[in-house]
């Protein structure tokens, strides 16, 4: 797919990455706005094309007692209202096959979280909305099997879909991402690096999953080099104080910092 089919997409025409970023959820309306301000501020200034990230419920969570969200009409409306404020697309990931219609309604990208991305059902769903799909590549499937992921998109009629991968797990408590099959998922659909859940240290004893945050930059500069189309990040001013995945989510105040050398990265790659 072409980046032009994401709707209100802006700045493809310089060949920049991609970038999908926001807050892991939607808290409240406040720090939504605050985030995407700064956000689209930076992007517009680098000329990166941007779609707002943000969750409108939590449904894989680690404990019973861990924040799932603050409605789903609530934070959808949120959503719809960065858009329309900001002028820029957003997407939102699903977890059952009700949300796609309803979420398909205020967001122009649906995302297949990983656990959920071999669910055929769920994936038809999304892709049957006509929007474009975000497919996060399971952390137990290899590069190679995400190609069926993308033909169940597709096989609906609908040709817009992205890979994203996450990260793989290794060992129990820990994720890698193997940058052989970055190629492999290009042959496929346009393929974008999460830089943040990669760095999850997940099944912790304590029932919060933990993260190395530290190493965000070093893990986007390296899928820059290695030919991604696009980056995912999740962001937020306080995210030691944040509700869902603050361990793994990159300090808002770094952010232009981190996307000024990844574009001059990206520039280098380009004239190669």
Known sequence: MQLDAIPQIKHTDNNNFLLLAGPCAIEGEEMAMRIAEKVVAITD???????FKGSFKKA???????FTGIGDEKALKI?????????????????????????AEYVDVLQIPAFLVRQTDLVVAAAETG?????????????ESMKHAVTKVTETGNEQAIITDRG????????IVDFRGIPTMKQYAPVVLDVTHSLQQPNQSSGVTGGRPALIGTMARAGIAAGVDGLFMETHFDPANAKSDGANML??????????DLTAIRQTINSL
């Open 131 to 143: 929007k474009v799909v975000n497919l996060k590549k399971g952390q137990f499937m290899s590069p």
């Open 168 to 175: 793989t797990m290794f060992g129990y408590q820990d994720m």
């Open 251 to 260: 300090d808002l105040s770094l952010l232009e910092k981190l996307l000024t």
């Open 79 to 103: 959503l719809r209202k960065v858009s329309e404020t900001f002028k820029v697309p957003t997407v939102t990931d699903i977890h059952e096959i009700s949300d796609a219609k309803m979420a």
């Open 45 to 51: 200034k680098l000329q990166i094309p941007y779609v």
């Open 60 to 66: 894989n969570r680690s404990r019973i007692d861990s």
